[in-house]
């Protein structure tokens, strides 16, 4: 037998023998019955990524023929979470629900314990989360060509308020400060919920928040909108502009939300996944939670869902060059 002969047979056994751990692997996932779904959330109860995987788990259930259990692994900023994920088998019983912590985390703390790519199966990025740049009511601005020239005249003067260094808050603030050529002094917080009081209360100036935290304090007119930090208007805030319509052209920021398998799940079982996990997210009653949290609904297919992620990376490691964070 020739070199060249004896290396194509061992492709084909090669072959053979992947295919068949593939149809192995399905096979055990399919027949799966009455075990429950785990689902990882690397981040508190109560939080927004939290809330979602909640909302959707009664529906997720139905399409999946099986029970779903949400289980809250915090800390690091997700990090914890997602390292049982990446440790789970690949089975496609063990996923998790993510945020934009996951493309921030390797640019901020020194030893993530798993490659934030490689080491994960993409499900679907099915979510965005708008933002809404606010200001106490005591500052004079009204709108983002009065703040930018606000801020412009008085360097350092102003601050802005975020959940953490580092955190999705923080960065959206770091962009604002980049688009609009001014040094505004950044004021971490551990969270929104002592952020928004200081910020009501006058001692902080203002603050990204999520548009369906801000939004009651907005109408009741105790913080006063400037912009939405996303391309497009939001339903919840729909006479609010963006900031890139009215006067920073190039601003775009939004949080995202995603469901993600272990690195090297099949993938069958991965399409499986995602087809069950799409008829979850279409149901009426799923989608108007969703909507009323201020969540932009995408399509967010296995295959676009990697590129995705590395140009998230990159995004978010320049912003965190910008900003100087370090984990706390």
């Known amino acids: ?36 779904l785990r689902i990882i959330v690397p981040l508190t109860t109560g939080s927004t990524v939290d809330t979602v995987a909640r909302a959707m788990s009664v529906e997720l259930a139905k399409s999946m023929g099986q ?10 900023g997700g990090v914890t979470g997602t390292a049982q994920l990446v440790r789970a088998p690949k089975d496609g019983q063990t996923l998790a629900m993510i945020s ?3 493309a921030i985390n390797p640019s901020i703390y020194k030893n993530v314990p798993f490659d934030s790519v490689k080491d994960i199966t ?27 020239a606000l801020v412009k005249a008085s360097p350092g003067k102003l601050n802005y ?7 999705v808050l923080h960065l959206a603030g770091e962009l604002f400060k980049e688009q609009a050529g001014a040094f505004i002094t950044h004021i971490p917080y551990r969270g929104t919920g002592p952020l928004t009081t200081d910020l009501m209360g006058g001692q902080v100036d203002m603050a990204f928040l999520s548009v369906t935290a801000a939004a009651p304090h907005i109408k009741s007119g105790k913080l006063r909108a400037i912009g939405v930090s996303t391309r497009t208007r939001t339903a919840v805030l729909p006479d609010v502009p963006t900031l890139a319509e009215s ?3 190039g601003y775009s920021f939004d949080a995202w939300l995603a469901i993600i398998a272990p690195g090297g799940t099949p993938k069958p ?16 009653d799923v989608q108007s939670n969703l909507q009323a949290q201020g969540i932009t609904i995408l399509e967010g297919t296995p295959e676009q869902a990697e590129p ?15 900003s100087g964070a370090v984990a706390e």
């Open 1 to 36: 037998m020739t070199s060249s002969t004896s290396r194509r047979t061992t492709l084909r056994l090669l072959s053979a023998v992947t295919a068949m751990a593939v149809s192995t692997a399905f096979s055990a996932y399919a027949q799966v019955g009455s075990k429950p």
């Open 67 to 76: 029970p779903v259990v949400i289980e809250n692994l915090p800390g690091a």
């Open 100 to 102: 934009s912590n996951h």
């Open 122 to 148: 993409p499900i679907s990025v099915f979510g965005t989360v708008p933002l809404v740049l606010v200001v106490n009511t005591s500052v004079a601005a009204k709108n983002t060509h009065a703040l930018v």
């Open 161 to 167: 308020g975020s959940a953490g260094n580092g955190s």
């Open 247 to 249: 006067g920073l052209p």
């Open 269 to 284: 079982i991965v399409q499986d996944l995602y087809q069950k996990f799409r008829t979850a997210l279409a149901n009426k």
């Open 308 to 322: 995705f992620f590395v140009s998230e990376l990159a995004k978010h490691a320049k912003l965190v060059k910008l």
